[in-house]
């Protein structure tokens, strides 16, 4: 196992220092601001079109599309801040550090989706009662185009760069520019029945497009929920398990477990070793345990390793017990 560690560090040679993890850090979070200044400007450039053609046509259903492309760009500020947070230092009164920004402004796009969605329905049901005509269709759709595509870039954009610095916020984001691709798809359709002549068309594909939404809406609510009670990929622990068990000097397992502190993982294992071991050595095992655990599960940045020892006889463990309820 340990030749195997030093071969990888000679082919891709790395720290573990502490300098190093707040650089990652860093890279993380400027992947995060570099995904959101790029996508407000698209959504930015999208709104002003919409807006053009809305005071041309007087679509009263572009002008909600448009006003859910302005609501999804401004979604882009509770991110931002969350971002230029998580790279704030840990202190002695946050001492994990300010990663768990990025939760709270899940909960604010979460709920801005939500506020969406009722706008949505809203102004299905009220054009399904109040049936409007509307003019110029062809540039309205050519519009509604335009906010389909830009939506969806922005979705695909900020739900790649999410996975792959593990923000659950900026997918939910994403999913929500992904809601506001699909009520551009309600205006295109709706222009198009009523060009030829069904007036109910608009209305009843914007429910359709509801619907859609509040789907989306329990993916992204389910994100950050799982986020927020520390929840993490089963897969992630199993391998975490199988690192452990190839280290060396490792017995057995116990507890490991692991949580998302912004979108960078910490983990806790204990592990169990030789009881005739020293504590140099014993403390030397746990060292490669954590080295293992680094190198095994992405983007974990840090790991504290307890080391049981095997027994015979007494649990070691029992003047716990009456705390634990063991």
């Known amino acids: 196992m340990r030749l195997r560690h030093q ?41 002003i079109v919409q807006a053009v053609i809305v005071a041309m046509s007087g679509s009263v259903a572009l002008l909600g599309d448009t006003i859910h492309n302005a609501a999804d760009a401004l979604t882009a500020v509770p ?23 990025e939760d709270l402004a899940g909960i604010a796009i979460v709920l801005t989706i939500t506020a969406s969605s009722a706008v949505a329905a809203y102004e299905a049901v009220d054009r399904l009662l109040h049936p409007r005509d509307i003019t ?16 969806e870039w922005v979705a695909r954009y900020r739900i790649r760069t999410g996975r792959k610095i593990g923000s659950a916020a900026l997918v939910a984001d994403g999913l929500h520019a992904r809601t506001d691709g699909f009520t551009s798809l309600a205006v295109l359709l709706g222009a198009g029945g009523t060009a030829i002549g069904w007036r109910w068309a608009d209305p009843v594909v914007g429910l359709l497009i509801t619907v859609a939404i509040l789907m989306v809406l329990k993916d992204a609510a389910r994100e950050v929920y799982r986020r927020l009670m520390d929840s993490v990929d089963p897969a992630m622990v199993d391998t975490a398990e199988t690192a452990l068990r190839d280290v060396d000097g490792v017995r057995g397992l116990g507890q490991v477990r692991m949580r998302w502190i912004g979108h960078a993982l910490r ?31 992405p983007r974990l940045t840090a790991a ?21 309820g063991a």
């Open 136 to 151: 110029h269709a062809g540039i309205v759709a050519i519009a509604a185009v335009v906010g389909f595509i830009g939506n």
């Open 304 to 324: 504290t390793v307890h080391t049981d020892h095997l027994t015979h006889g007494n649990d070691p463990h029992q003047p716990l017990a009456h705390h634990t």
């Open 267 to 297: 983990a806790e294992a204990d592990i169990i070793v030789d009881p005739d071991l020293t504590i140099v050595q014993a403390h030397r095992v746990a060292v490669d345990a954590e080295h293992a655990l680094i190198h095994a599960v």
């Open 7 to 47: 071969l990888a560090h000679f082919v891709t040679p790395h720290s573990h220092e502490a300098m190093d993890k707040v650089d990652t850090a860093m890279e993380t979070s400027r992947q995060g601001m570099r995904t959101l200044w790029l996508s407000l400007g698209v959504l930015g450039a999208t709104t």
């Open 79 to 101: 991110l931002g801040i969350a971002f230029v947070l998580g790279r704030r230092a840990a202190n002695r009164r946050y001492t994990y550090g300010y990663g768990r920004a």
